[in-house]
């Protein structure tokens, strides 16, 4: 799978322009999410298993980390050309448990490890697809060839919708082309036949055996939603279950997935985007703002992310999309996410590339690099990014724990077009500079009186009550005088009153 046939999932977003207001107003639809505490996810793409466990022991527990999806833990295709892309793992071979981030017993080993830390382990799953039509060996030695993965499917297992040109789709907006041809010339499952819903069922039983919590479902809008529905009415538990659904314009076709789970809101990826990159931060709130431009799924419904492994590379809904590359400007965008109450929020851990299909840091042989060495990490260099270890988000983590209780959105602030504030009722209160000057103020915090840590300045972990930052006072009035540099945030909540 090149590049190029990448491409041909690009998604082209509308970014509507807004206007900034001038009187805080209540936010309007979608109504926001009331989440449990503890919701916020973080991807650590293509992390390997035993290094996925010792962040959840060392940092993902005591920061208040929900859950982490892991990349595909299946046996998959072994791509040559390019050099191992990441995009090998999207190519299953078998259901056996063992690829480059580890064999079934690590994985067993992290998900016992990570529950232990009151972590979850969600896995990206596939099951609309295999590898590419073509022969090839997977990453454990099994062999395969097109349509014919021994012991597993054959020829007449797959969907074959024998188009004039072949059967890779062509008209993106023709249901029965998106969800029975192929994505991209991968061999396409015949998802509506009972023994291919069985065999999918029964590899997702086996996860949930070793540990897994949830799922989140690759090229879900491939797949027939009732055809999804009746693989999960196999599954055991009540995992959790998130689609990706990569809607082209105004919603239609993820309604139709909401029976199965939440599904994920590409849109708010790239509107929030353009809002960090262009401007005004007004946009985020009230008259004018992004949730009166765009018909965003309901909030119950919305699995969102500032950018994801797909998008970050152009790609899968791509478009200009803020990411880590983008410094601090890319830690404010996360931190009005995880501010915000609209849907439920994925924070995005990911490594340097250059190439939009290079592999994840390796060493000559291939071998996936451990981001551990002991008790130091390999983070913030040329080649793992640690965004969730990045100050600012970390400690925003702990601040869409503590307000989950409320979707009150109040005393919302504007300074210049790109100084925003507002508080989550009596819960939190977050202030967004992105200008070039410092801000100086004394605002409503909303607030009980008392001396609060800064959770985006100083570590505050929810095991180990304390502040390393600096401390903010909460006058009797409910208002405090900040100062924020230039590109800056500045949080406190209920849960970090010292």
């Not at 703002?289 to 790609?315: C, M, T, Y």
């Not at 988000?393 to 602030?413: C, E, L, P, Y």
Request: include cysteine.
């Amino acid at each position: 799978m090149s590049k190029t046939l990448i491409a041909c999932l690009l998604v082209v977003l509308i970014l509507a322009q807004g206007c900034a207001e001038t009187e805080p107003v209540a936010p309007p639809e979608p109504t926001p999410m009331a989440l449990s505490n503890r919701d916020v996810v973080v991807h650590l793409f293509e992390w390997k298993w035993t290094d996925i466990a010792q962040e959840c022991e060392t940092f993902l527990g005591p920061m208040g980390y929900k859950a982490v999806q892991v990349s595909p833990p299946t046996e998959n295709a072994v791509v040559e050309d390019p050099m191992r892309p990441w995009w090998e793992r999207y190519q299953p071979a078998t259901y056996k448990l063992d690829n480059r981030s580890g064999d079934r017993a690590a994985f067993a080993d992290m998900t016992a490890r990570c529950k232990a830390a009151g972590v979850d382990i969600y896995v990206d799953a596939i099951l609309n697809h295999m590898t590419g039509v073509y022969e090839g060996v997977g990453t454990a030695g099994a062999t395969f060839g097109e349509y014919d993965y021994p012991g597993i499917y054959s020829y007449d297992d797959f969907h074959h919708c024998g188009l004039t040109d072949g059967d890779e789709i062509q008209v993106w907006d023709d249901p029965v082309q998106v969800t029975t041809c192929e994505l991209v010339n991968l061999a396409d499952l015949d998802t509506g036949a009972e023994k291919v819903q069985a065999r999918l069922a029964e590899y997702l039983n086996d996860l949930i055996s070793l540990g897994a919590a949830g799922f989140r479902l690759d090229a879900a809008r491939h797949v027939a939603a009732a055809e999804i529905r009746a693989v999960l009415d196999r599954v055991e538990g009540t995992p959790y279950v998130y689609q990706e659904v990569i809607d082209p314009d105004p919603p239609n076709w993820s309604e139709d997935y909401y029976v199965n789970g939440t599904v994920t809101e590409f849109r708010y990826s790239a509107v929030v985007s353009d809002v960090f990159f262009n401007g005004p931060l007004t946009r985020l709130h009230g008259a004018g703002s992004i949730w009166q431009e765009i018909n965003f799924l309901p909030g119950d419904k919305a699995f969102v992310f500032i950018d994801n492994h797909d998008n970050q590379r152009g790609h899968g809904g791509g478009g200009h999309i803020v990411t880590h590359k983008d410094g601090d400007l890319y830690d404010l965008a996360v931190a009005f996410m995880l501010a915000y109450p609209y849907g439920r929020p994925r924070v995005m851990s990911s490594y340097a590339f250059e190439d939009a299909a290079q592999g994840p840091p390796a060493d000559a042989d291939y071998n996936i690099t451990s981001v551990h060495d002991g008790s130091e990490v390999n983070c913030f260099g040329d080649e793992w990014q640690c965004e969730h270890r990045h100050r600012t988000i970390a400690g925003m983590v702990g601040f869409n724990n503590a307000t989950a209780s409320t979707t009150d959105v109040s005393n919302w602030w504007t300074g210049s077009d790109n100084q925003i504030a507002f508080s989550r009722g009596d819960r939190g209160f977050v202030v967004i500079n992105r200008e070039d000057a410092a801000l100086n103020e004394t605002l409503q915090t909303g607030l009980p009186a008392g001396t609060y840590c800064d959770v985006t300045d100083g570590e505050f972990t929810e095991d180990a009550q304390g502040c390393t930052g600096r401390a903010i006072s909460v006058g009797d009035d409910g208002t405090a005088t900040v100062s924020v540099a230039p590109m800056q945030a500045l949080a406190i909540h209920a849960e970090a009153k010292l």
